[in-house]
C-alpha cells in the first residue's frame, strides 16, 4: 500500500515492452491539463494534482500498472490476431467511458475498452465523471478503444475527400493523432496538417471510413466538421499506395504565406443549387467586359478531361502559379463578378483570398463544396466529362457528356476559353 492507495506492480516481460510504453504515454496524456492556450499546467489523477512530469510518471506506474498492462496485453491483441474483425451486424458502437481513468463503463460486458477491467483509479476518491470519448481532449486514445478493427476485407469500400480550414496550434501533435487513427482503421492515403487546418483524401472500409470521421469531428480543433464536410466516392484503400501524414507550412501550396493569405478572408460561398442557378444565368447572358466571369481555379490537365460550361480555364501545372497568373491577367478580372470552382472547394478558399486581395473584382464567390459536391446534386448539370481526382482511380465519371473541340488561347497571358462541348 501507498497511503491508502493500492499499488500493482506488473512484471513485464521485455518483447512487450514497446506496447506497454505506448500504453503508458497514451495514458498519461489523458490526465493533462490545459490552459486556454494549450499550455500544460499539470496532470490530474485520483483527486491530485501533479505539477511535474515526473510525478505524474511514478503515480501512474505505481498506482495504474495493472491498467497499463491491460491496454498492452489488448495492443497485442489487436497486432497478433489482425483477422478477427466485427462483423457487419456487430455493435462496434463506442461507449462512453471515464474520462481521466478509462476505466469501463460500458453496458455491454463484451465490450471493454483497453483501460478496462480494472477498479477505477484503484481508490475510493476517484473524482472522473462519466462522459462520452468524444470529450477526450487529446483524442489520441479514441481508435484503441476499439475491441477488434472494422472489417477491412469486405469489398465495399470508400474514399473520403475533405478539408477544414481552423487555427490549429500543434499540427505535429495532430499528425501523431491521425498516423495512429488511420493506422488502426486500415486507411490508406494523403493527409496534410498545418496551422491553418486539415486536408486529406483517405481511403479504406465503409465501416472505417465511418468511424474516422467520427474520430476526426470530435478531435477538438475539428469539432466545428461536420459529415457534409467529407465528400464520398467510390473506392477503398486500394485507390492509394499507403498512408502519408505530413506537416506543412500551407493545406494547399499556393505559396504564399497564410498569414499574409488566410482563409479568413476568403470569398462568400454559393451553394450547389445557387452555383447552378448563377451559371444557367451567365450561359444565356450577353457576353461583354464586365459580364460574370467562370474561372476555373485547378490545374490544366484536370480541366482538359472536365469542367463547367463557359468557364475560364488559366493554363497552369500548379496552384502555386495561380497567384503568378491573376498579376499578369488582372484586365480579365477588373469590374467583374467572379465565381470559382475547384474539385472541393479547398483551393478556392485561398485562391478567393487572393483575388479579393488585389480589389479588382466587385465579388468573388466560391463553389461550397467543388465540383464533388455539384455533382452529389446535379450530375447531369453544367459539368461535362470526368472530374480529375489526385489517386489511383485518376478520373472519376460524372456523366455522358463529352469534352470535345479545342481551347482558344485568348491574348491574355495563360488564359484559355472553352469553345465547344461536343453533344451528349
Known amino acids: 500500500m501507498e497511503?491508502?492507495?493500492i499499488v500493482n506492480r506488473v512484471r513485464i516481460k521485455r518483447k512487450s515492452l514497446p506496447r506497454v510504453r505506448l500504453a503508458f504515454s497514451q495514458f498519461v496524456s489523458t490526465l493533462r491539463q490545459t490552459d486556454g492556450d494549450g499550455e500544460t499546467e499539470g496532470w490530474m489523477c485520483?483527486?491530485?494534482?501533479?505539477?511535474h512530469r515526473s510525478d505524474i510518471n511514478k503515480h501512474v506506474g505505481t498506482t495504474h500498472s495493472a491498467a497499463i498492462a491491460n491496454?498492452?496485453?489488448?495492443?497485442?491483441?489487436l497486432q497478433s490476431n489482425q483477422t478477427d474483425r466485427l462483423s457487419s451486424d456487430g455493435d462496434n458502437t463506442i461507449k462512453p467511458v471515464h474520462r481521466r481513468c478509462c476505466c469501463s463503463s460500458y453496458g455491454n460486458e463484451s465490450q471493454k475498452p483497453l483501460f478496462g477491467t480494472v477498479e477505477c483509479c484503484l481508490v475510493d476518491s476517484c473524482d472522473a465523471t462519466d462522459t462520452s470519448l468524444d470529450d477526450l481532449g487529446s483524442g489520441l486514445l479514441r481508435p484503441l478503444l476499439l475491441d477488434s478493427l472494422p472489417d477491412m476485407n469486405r469489398k465495399e469500400g470508400v474514399v473520403l475527400l475533405f478539408y477544414y480550414y481552423c487555427d490549429l496550434a500543434d499540427p505535429c501533435v495532430a499528425k501523431l493523432w491521425q498516423v495512429d487513427l488511420c493506422k488502426h482503421l486500415g486507411l490508406t492515403g494523403k493527409v496534410r496538417l498545418a496551422t491553418e487546418g486539415i486536408n486529406g483524401t483517405v481511403g479504406g472500409s465503409v465501416e472505417a471510413a465511418r468511424l474516422y470521421m467520427e474520430a476526426t469531428m470530435a478531435y477538438p480543433p475539428f469539432r466545428g466538421m461536420t459529415s457534409q464536410d467529407f465528400k464520398r466516392s467510390a473506392g477503398g484503400a486500394e485507390c492509394f499506395p499507403e498512408l502519408r501524414v505530413g506537416v506543412y507550412q500551407e493545406l494547399v501550396p499556393l505559396g504564399i504565406d497564410p498569414c499574409l493569405v488566410s482563409f479568413k478572408d476568403a470569398g462568400p460561398y454559393l451553394t450547389p443549387?445557387?452555383?447552378h442557378e448563377e451559371v444557367a444565368r451567365?450561359?444565356?447572358a450577353p457576353k461583354g467586359s464586365n459580364a460574370p466571369l467562370l474561372l476555373?481555379?485547378?490545374?490544366f490537365y484536370e480541366s482538359m478531361i472536365g469542367r463547367f460550361l463557359g468557364s475560364v480555364t488559366p493554363n497552369i501545372r500548379k496552384f502555386s502559379y495561380f497567384p503568378e497568373y491573376v498579376e499578369k491577367n488582372l484586365a480579365l478580372f477588373r469590374s467583374r463578378r467572379v465565381l470559382m470552382y475547384c474539385t472541393g472547394g479547398i483551393r478556392c478558399e485561398r485562391a478567393s483570398a487572393f483575388l479579393r486581395s488585389k480589389g479588382v473584382c466587385t465579388e468573388v464567390w466560391q463553389l461550397h463544396g467543388g465540383i464533388h459536391r455539384y455533382l452529389d446534386v446535379f450530375p447531369n448539370g453544367f459539368f461535362c466529362g470526368k472530374l480529375f481526382v489526385f489517386d489511383e482511380r485518376y478520373a472519376i465519371a460524372s456523366n455522358g457528356r463529352v469534352i470535345g473541340?479545342?481551347?482558344?488561347?485568348?491574348?491574355l497571358m495563360s488564359t484559355a476559353i472553352v469553345l465547344t462541348v461536343a453533344p451528349s
Open 3 to 5: 497511503g491508502n492507495k
Open 71 to 77: 491496454c498492452a496485453l489488448k495492443l497485442g491483441q
Open 273 to 275: 443549387v445557387e452555383f
Open 282 to 284: 451567365l450561359l444565356e
Open 46 to 51: 485520483c483527486g491530485q494534482t501533479f505539477s
Open 296 to 299: 476555373d481555379c485547378r490545374n
Open 405 to 411: 473541340g479545342t481551347f482558344a488561347p485568348l491574348t
